[in-house]
Each structure stands twice: as C-alpha cells, then as structure tokens.
Antibody
Framework: QLQLQESGSGLVKPSQTLSLTCAVS??????????WSWIRQPPGKGLEWIGY???????YYRPSLESRVTISVDKSKNHFSLKLASVTAADTAVYYC?????????????WGQGTLVTVSS | QSALTQPASVSGSPGQSITISCTGT?????????VSWYQQRPGKAPKLIIY???SRPSGVSNRFSGSKSGNTASLTISGLQADDEADYYC??????????FGGGTRLTVL
C-alpha cells in the first residue's frame, strides 16, 4: 500500500526558502499515470493546491505562486520535493504531499499526514 | 484561479440526507468529469471519498454519492451518521492543467 511522508524544516525565517521532501514507500514514484503534488492548508482555512509534477513530465503550478515555487522528483530516492522561495507569514500552513492519479482520471490519493511549516523570525 | 464555491456549513440529523454543492465554471467543473470530494476530520489529512464526479474508492461507504449538472457538482450523504461530521472539500481539474479546490463545507450532525 502506497504511503507518503513529508519531512523538512518546521520553522523558516521570512524571505528564506521553504524546503520539504515527500518520501514515497510501497510503490515506485515512476509508476505510469502518476503525478505528484503539494497542497497546503493555512491554519483554520481551506485547502490550496500548490502544484504538481505531472505524469507527462511537465510541472504545473498555482498561478499566484508560480514565480516562487519549484516541485521536482528524484527517482533514485523515490521521493519528490517542494521549494518555495521568499516566504512570508502568509506561507505558514500545514503542507501535504499527495499522489495524483492522472491518466484518464484525476484524483489525489493517498495523502501524507501533513507537516506544519511556520514562517517567523 | 478562483476557488470553487461551496456553502460554508450544512447540518442534518442522524438518518437524514444532506447535499453539498460545488460551483465552478466551464473551465473546470463544467468542462471535465474530474471532480473529486475529500473528507477531512480535525487534525487529519484529507481522505478521498468521490472521484471523477460519481466514482467511489474501494472501502468508502455507498452512503456517499456524487453528481454534476452544468458547472455545479454535488456530494450527497444519505443515512447521516455522527461519524460523518467533518469538513468536506471538492476539487476539479482545470483547462490550464491545474487543480482548484473549493473553500470547504463544515458538516454538523445535530
């Protein structure tokens, strides 16, 4: 059964770069039709899609974050990563990683447990 | 990229049915049969309960069902149970090859 686990710094200073990794276990990250995504949830608010590495090899990002975000896959380590530059307090959120079934369907399943990232000096 | 529109809250008594709407545009909900619904309990990660508008993952109760008409998708929960109390989010694929979520709906079981 596929499992995802986020890891990374829980506290980031303003203007610095947030870096998170999502470890994939139970299946290969190179699986056909799979995309890999990051989603975040500010405290007390709703879900916000950040972006994904799509199964076609391209990356797609939330327009409002596109200038600051990079999502990449490391097949050798079976994990994928998120980098978000120039963070502010507005980037404080629980960050989730998820697999996206994307071939003739579109669904986020499963999700990691989430990791809280706080932006503060 | 505007969030899909969901009611902030709905409520119902045990045994009743409730419906949560999710309104988008022809560039997302109305343009593709790729609407999903997620259940999120406090402090937990979201869980997929409906995908591709009407499909239910293995292990999800058949009390959960989905539908779509035009630019609005709906989630119906029948035979409401106390355990259904949670936040529910819809999401849709978009014409820009991105994903958009709804603002979320809090379900209260009275």
């Amino acid at each position: 059964q596929l499992q995802l686990q986020e890891s990374g710094s829980g506290l980031v200073k303003p203007s610095q770069t947030l870096s998170l990794t999502c470890a994939v276990s139970g299946d290969s990250i190179s699986g056909h039709g799979y995309s890999w995504s990051w989603i975040r949830q500010p405290p007390g608010k709703g879900l916000e899609w950040i972006g994904y590495v799509y199964y076609d090899g391209n990356t797609y990002y939330r327009p409002s974050l596109e200038s600051r975000v990079t999502i990449s896959v490391d097949k050798s380590k079976n994990h994928f990563s998120l980098k978000l530059a120039s963070v502010t307090a507005a980037d404080t959120a629980v960050y989730y990683c998820a697999r996206v079934m994307s071939s003739a369907t579109q669904r986020f399943d499963p999700w990691g447990q989430g990791t809280l990232v706080t932006v503060s000096s | 990229q505007s969030a899909l529109t969901q009611p902030a809250s709905v409520s119902g008594s045990p045994g009743q049915s409730i419906t949560i709407s999710c309104t988008g545009t022809s560039s997302d909900v109305g343009g593709y049969n790729y609407v999903s619904w997620y259940q999120q309990r406090p402090g937990k990660a979201p869980k997929l309960i409906i995908y591709d508008v009407i499909s239910r993952p293995s292990g999800v109760s058949n009390r959960f069902s989905g539908s779509k008409s035009g630019n609005t998708a709906s989630l119906t929960i029948s035979g409401l149970q106390a355990d259904d109390e949670a936040d529910y989010y819809c999401s849709s694929f978009t014409s820009s090859v991105t994903e958009v979520f709804g603002g979320g709906t809090r379900l209260t079981v009275l």
